[in-house]
């Protein structure tokens, strides 16, 4: 029996020593440590000889096992890491090879412009609210003096939804809100989607505009003036000529319609606008007493101006885009020129 063991242990000890793969030390376990295995098999046969005898082969088997396992154990670690370093080496990453071009993504034109407003306004002290974008006709309409047989309102082709309800048609809406809802002094301006019926290479049936609202007392259109020449000059550039001209809207008296001088020819005369020099932009004025008093503001005591230009037109012209739907085609060549 010693001898089988003695053996046993060589053959053992001689195949794990000449085993290059886990495959095959996964065999020699099983040929000799599995259920079936040689060595186990030794352990079962120990009933068969002397009661007296059997500590000692028992110790002799033991020590056996105990050495091949620790021997099967030392190689797995050894094969691992080869199996390992290979791998590694067939992944090796080639640092020179070019790599591939990640599309960077960018902010939509519309959304720069937008961005530039909030943040120069906010620099100036304006609070940013907004409103909803399905109003009641009382807050687009009728609270700021467009009672619902004012001619006016057919200057805004307008999407009802009820007698009542509508999709609001310009962002003036909020003003009446904030004048409900705050106390003056107020300075509010409000970006957002506005909704008319109107589909051409310059309206859409969506588009945005970006209120502004200033209520204090002793307001005058000198404050107007200045801040809407500050505001245009940041976006066009400071060599921009802005320009004031009388106007009509039923909440501001006195109205105007601020222009400045086309970006695209510096005021000389061009295709882009139509050889006036000129771009129209916004409409503005002082908001109307009448509109103040209907929101509960003292008229006596405070004025106020607003402002409100289309955001979609601003963009055109800061981009040169002749055509307003191509801003939301989101056509990826036209986005990619506007970087
Ligand atoms: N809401 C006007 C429109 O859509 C633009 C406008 C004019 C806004 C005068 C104003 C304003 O706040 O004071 O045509």
């Known amino acids: 029996m010693v001898e ?7 053959e053992a000890n001689g195949k794990i020593d000449a085993c290059t793969n886990l495959k095959s030390l996964n065999d020699i376990r099983v040929e000799y440590l599995g259920k ?3 060595l186990t098999n030794l352990l079962h046969s120990m009933k068969d000889i002397n009661k007296e005898d059997r500590p000692k082969v028992g110790q002799l088997i033991n020590l056996a096992r105990e050495e091949i396992e620790n021997k099967l154990k030392n190689l797995q670690i050894k094969l691992n890491e080869k199996v390992l370093e290979e791998k590694m080496s067939k992944e090796k990453i080639d640092i020179t090879e070019p790599s591939k071009i990640i599309e960077k993504g960018e902010i939509h034109p519309l959304h720069k412009v937008f961005d530039k407003l909030i943040d120069a306004c906010v620099a100036m002290g304006f609070t940013v609210i907004t409103g909803p974008e399905v109003e009641y006709d009382y807050y687009n309409f009728e609270a700021l003096n467009v009672p619902k047989d004012h001619p006016a309102r057919d200057m805004q082709d307008t999407f009802f939804i009820t007698d009542n309800i509508l999709l609001r048609s310009q962002t003036s809406s909020v003003q009446v809100r904030a004048m409900q809802s705050m106390k003056p002094p107020f300075k509010i301006v409000s970006p957002g989607r506005t909704y008319r019926a109107d589909s051409d290479a310059t309206h859409s049936p969506v588009f945005h505009q970006f209120e502004g609202l200033v209520v204090d007392e002793n307001v005058s259109m000198i404050d ?3 801040m809407l020449t500050e505001l245009l ?3 066009f550039g400071e060599n921009t ?7 009509y809207f039923p909440f501001t008296e006195p109205s105007v319609e601020v222009d400045a001088t086309c970006p695209s020819c510096a005021g000389k005369g061009c295709r882009l606008c139509k050889n006036t020099g000129y771009m129209e932009l916004l409409g503005a004025g002082m908001v109307n007493p009448k509109v103040l008093e209907m929101s509960g503001i003292d008229s006596n005591k405070y004025s106020g101006f607003a402002f409100g230009p289309g955001v979609d037109r601003l963009a055109m012209v800061v981009n040169k885009i002749p055509d307003l739907r ?7 060549k036209f986005l990619e020129q506007m970087k």
């Open 36 to 38: 079936q295995g040689k």
């Open 4 to 10: 089988q063991i003695n053996q046993m242990r060589a």
């Open 224 to 226: 107007l003036k200045s």
């Open 241 to 247: 000529q802005i320009r004031f001209r009388p106007s």
């Open 233 to 235: 000059k940041m976006l």
């Open 326 to 332: 191509m801003m939301f085609e989101n056509d990826i």
